[in-house]
């Protein structure tokens, strides 16, 4: 029965992290570093943390996820695949939102950036980014989620809990 639970709780932080709106450029790649995180989290038999990041830095795929920007470019990719009939910018169906391109270009710029912190041989190094990014992106969820508690509107909504499937500054 437990396992059910947790599985439930995980539907549900996917479920809000697809559809909350408001999230900030870095944030939403951000969100796609802790998702790797959570996806191996699962597979693994959810180990703690450290060993987590760890084993995503060793991982045989690193380098084109991470330091490519694969997993980047592939979100970049699918926000361009919808671009708004008035040429403002591109349509993003989860929240309802559009991104300008100005955006986009911020998303580029981000990437950049990622890619250049995880883009080293110093395995510490790499374990602190990691960390960090998934440290900053459960920060933004924590506040925006308690915000959406305290919202009557959304006091009874499926998708709407107080924590995330991995606790990351809890756990160093």
Do not use: H
């Not at 690193?62 to 970049?76: A, T």
């Amino acid at each position: 029965m437990k396992n059910i639970r947790k599985n439930i709780e995980i539907r549900r932080f996917l479920e809000w992290s697809k559809i909350v709106r408001g999230k900030p450029i870095q944030i939403r790649l951000y969100e796609l570093i802790y998702f790797e995180l959570l996806e191996l989290w699962l597979e693994t038999n959810k180990p703690p943390l450290r060993k987590l990041i760890y084993e995503t830095i060793n991982s045989n795929n690193y380098d084109e996820k991470f330091i490519k920007g694969n997993i980047f470019q592939e979100y970049i990719n699918e926000i361009l695949e919808t671009p708004c009939e008035d040429q403002s910018g591109y349509y993003n169906p989860d929240s309802r939102e559009v991104l300008t391109k100005v955006n986009i270009k911020e998303l580029y710029d981000v990437k950049f950036l990622i890619k250049s912190e995880l883009d080293t041989v110093i395995m510490i190094d790499r374990y602190n980014a990691i960390y960090t990014f998934c440290r900053l992106y459960e920060e933004w969820c924590l506040k925006k989620k308690s915000e959406q508690i305290d919202d009557v509107t959304k006091k009874e909504r499926f998708d709407v809990t107080k924590d995330l499937p991995i606790k990351i500054s809890t756990q160093r």
